[in-house]
């Protein structure tokens, strides 16, 4: 190709941002083969592998190789588990700093009403109460409304003082939402307090890009570890909501010497916690008893229904999320309206219900009836306080006060444990002697409370090893085990398919009003635009419920990176091209030696025709043994003709695009390889100039972030 030509794929022109959707692809000219469906000839033999021309403007942009640039025994440092170490230190300070500000401002606005207790609340005269139950939260909502405004504020500074000023903004509209009472919890916003910190600390000690990850997790577990006073949940919750997400994308992460940072963050964090808060646990384990294994089924299906009650708090918080959301873009109601609504809202719902409200665990010590002289709850109340506060909560989160699920799921979990706990009680004690049901010894319902309350935990934020462990950390009892292990383990199936860690950054990147839009091929006659924000209807959003799961460097500095990002400077330039006419065996051959999974299916004249995969490779081949048909002399076109959805390219994108856009819709359609062309011809039928995969679009944003952390002068030493 000449150099001419070559230069023509990647104009200088500002990027077109809208991909080409094919929801009709071409037909794929295969025949002569063993599967007659398709009237085409075979078009003649021809596979290799290619190497596509860059333009020279792309060499400006090469992209420096993190294990050319940074060494990966970093983490021998000492300053490494110093800044381990100092993360759990200010973390512990930050979070009892915290926890004294809710308490200040609880004190504050409540008048001691909290010490009494929702049950006194309940019986006083409306009177002499409404005007407090429903004006502090409100007030409360007053208040966070400014800090949200002057949060959005800061948003326009650089991107250092948005993140410390950010920080103690979002940090003290936490104190505000939970102090007025709202519903909402404390341990979210201590776990990104944490984050907050070891980021901080990380950019003034440790540079290292390799070690940020272990540092956030460090930051993590210390949050947990301070606010339940839990250090080994803190360290567990390290690992499900920080390095196991991130451990494909970032492979360079030492396990051994992230996991003796996280512990010693951990630790040092849970020793100050001790130290300003006090050495009880975050509520009051209360006494109850295992009475009999075969009551093990009984918590798997209270494990069962804790699963449906999470699926269903956390559908109807992103489905809340959604109508506030329009209710902002095309009502046109202010943003700053909504947390007052929200705690209005709340305030009115505590009149009839005000265990709702936020007074620390006094509430949940209240439903396990583990505070002495107050009088249990009944089970019909119990189980209208579980659809109660799933909605206050859900509105909260909605409306935009700031807080954490945390405290909210163990709520909920305590109260559908006590409920289920009592129905079975009753239900024993009433039934017929014929079915000798009385002979079954139950335990107690305040021993299905608390396994109700990991369960609970485990469905709403997918933690389900946290939620064992801090339930056992808790009351140090390991009769409970069994019974958690089998009741969190249902819950967490449940929801899992359905809750998704989808990064928020996709979605947060828009909201300043450029919207993406798909467009469909003119050739197609309904044509319509897509958002490429909308989330798939089938699951929901995990970070969008609680963003103290998404910690792991979704950062405002990582979208505007990918939005800088082309395709062209992402995608795979040698990449394996196949025709119809070409053996099987032969395109498995090159994609060995090229070690690619895939393979761009083209015809005589270099357009696109499909895709070609290992796993199409694999299943066509169990079929082929079954029709005893002789595998070395399959064909690329046997295996496309043999099943419609085979080897059709639903996308494209073109070297223009910016990444940012090519991943959100590569999460939209579930792709893993994108065929990049250079301008379409027909449909999505173009000239193929190379592929692009989720593992290079998060190599070159990896590389371009160590880039752009180190200093110049550091960079043109190393590479001169």
């Not at 309904?526 to 929901?540: G, I, R």
Request: with cysteine; proline share 6%.
């Amino acid at each position: 190709m000449a150099l001419a030509s070559v230069l023509r794929l990647f104009p200088s022109s500002p990027p077109h941002l809208s991909p080409l959707l094919c929801k009709s692809p071409p037909p794929f000219p295969f025949k002569s083969n063993r599967f007659s469906s398709s009237p085409f000839p075979i078009l003649n033999q021809r596979s290799s592998f290619v190497t596509a021309a860059l333009p020279d403007s792309a060499d400006e942009q090469t992209v420096v190789s993190v294990d050319s640039v940074v060494s990966e025994d970093n983490f021998n440092d000492p300053r490494v588990i110093v800044s381990a170490c100092l993360v759990g230190v200010f973390t512990g300070i930050a979070v009892v700093l915290f926890n004294n500000g809710v308490h200040e401002i609880r004190d504050f606005f409540w008048d001691g009403i909290p010490y009494r207790g929702a049950s006194w609340l309940r019986e006083e005269p409306l009177d002499s109460v409404w005007v407090r139950v429903i004006f502090v939260p409100a007030c409360g909502g007053l208040i966070v409304s400014v800090l949200n405004a002057a949060r959005n504020a800061v948003s326009e500074a650089s991107y250092s003082a948005k993140a410390a000023l950010g920080s103690v903004l979002k940090a003290l509209a936490a104190c505000v939402t939970l102090g007025t009472g709202n519903s909402l919890g404390p341990e979210g916003p201590s776990v990104e307090i944490g984050s907050s910190i070891a980021k901080e600390i990380h950019s003034l000690l440790d540079k290292n890009p390799q070690t940020k990850l272990s540092l956030l997790a460090a930051g993590a577990a210390a949050g947990i570890s301070s606010g339940f006073n839990a250090a080994v949940a803190g360290c567990f919750f390290a690992v499900e909501s920080v390095l196991w997400p991130s451990s494909p994308a970032d492979s360079s992460v030492s396990l051994t010497n992230t996991t003796s940072m996280v512990i010693l963050s951990a630790v040092i964090a849970s020793v100050i916690s001790e130290v300003g808060l006090g050495s009880e646990p975050a509520f009051k384990v209360p006494e109850y008893d295992f009475r009999s294994p075969g009551e093990l089924p009984l918590y798997l299906l209270l494990g069962l229904l804790c699963g449906l009650v999470s699926l269903a708090f956390s559908k109807l918080t992103s489905y809340l999320l959604g109508v506030v959301d329009n209710l902002n873009k095309d009502v046109g109601i202010p943003k700053p309206v909504f947390p007052i609504v929200g705690g209005l809202t709340v305030g009115v719902i505590a009149l009839a219900y005000p265990e709702i409200l936020y007074w620390g665990f006094d509430n949940v010590d209240l439903l396990l009836e583990s505070r002495p002289f107050v009088k249990g709850l009944s089970g019909d109340l119990l189980f209208q306080l579980v659809t109660v506060k799933i909605i206050a909560t859900s509105l909260c989160r909605a409306f935009g006060l700031v807080g954490g699920y945390y405290a909210p799921s163990l709520f909920i979990g305590a109260a559908t444990g006590m409920a289920y706990g009592k129905f079975i009680s009753f239900a024993i004690a009433q039934s017929d002697p014929a079915i000798h049901l009385s002979i079954l010894e139950v335990a107690s319902p305040q021993a299905y409370g608390l396994v109700g309350m990991a369960a609970m935990l485990a469905g709403v934020c997918q933690v389900p090893l946290t939620a064992v462990l801090l339930l056992f950390e808790l009351t140090q009892d390991y009769r409970i085990v069994l019974p958690l292990l089998g009741a969190v383990g249902l819950s967490s199936w449940i929801t899992s398919g359905q809750m998704k860690r989808k990064d928020v950054k996709g979605t947060k990147a828009l909201e300043d009003g450029n919207r993406y839009t798909i467009q469909q091929p003119e050739e197609s006659d309904n044509t319509t635009s897509l958002s490429s924000t909308e989330a798939p209807p089938y699951f929901n959003n995990l970070c969008e419920v609680e963003s103290s799961l998404c910690i792991d460097d979704s950062s405002i500095r990582t979208k505007d990176l990918e939005k800088r990002i082309f395709v062209k400077e992402a995608m795979r330039t040698r990449y394996v091209t196949v025709m119809t006419s070409t053996l099987l065996t032969e395109a498995v051959t090159l994609m060995l030696t090229e070690k690619q999974s895939c393979a761009i299916i083209v015809d005589n004249d270099n357009l696109l025709l499909g895709l070609l995969t290992l796993t199409d490779i694999h299943e066509f081949s169990k079929f082929a043994k079954d029709k005893s048909l002789d595998s070395k002399v399959l064909l690329v076109s046997e295996i496309c003709s043999s099943d419609g959805a085979k080897c059709k390219v639903p996308w494209t994108a073109t070297p223009t695009m910016d990444i940012l856009s090519a991943e959100m819709i590569m999460n939209e359609y579930d792709l893993s390889h994108v065929p990049v062309i250079s301008e379409r011809v027909k449909d999505c039928r173009g000239q193929p100039i190379g592929l692009l995969d989720r593992e290079c679009i998060s190599l070159t944003c990896r590389a371009l972030a160590t880039r752009e952390s180190l200093d110049f002068d550091t960079v043109k030493a190393i590479v001169e």
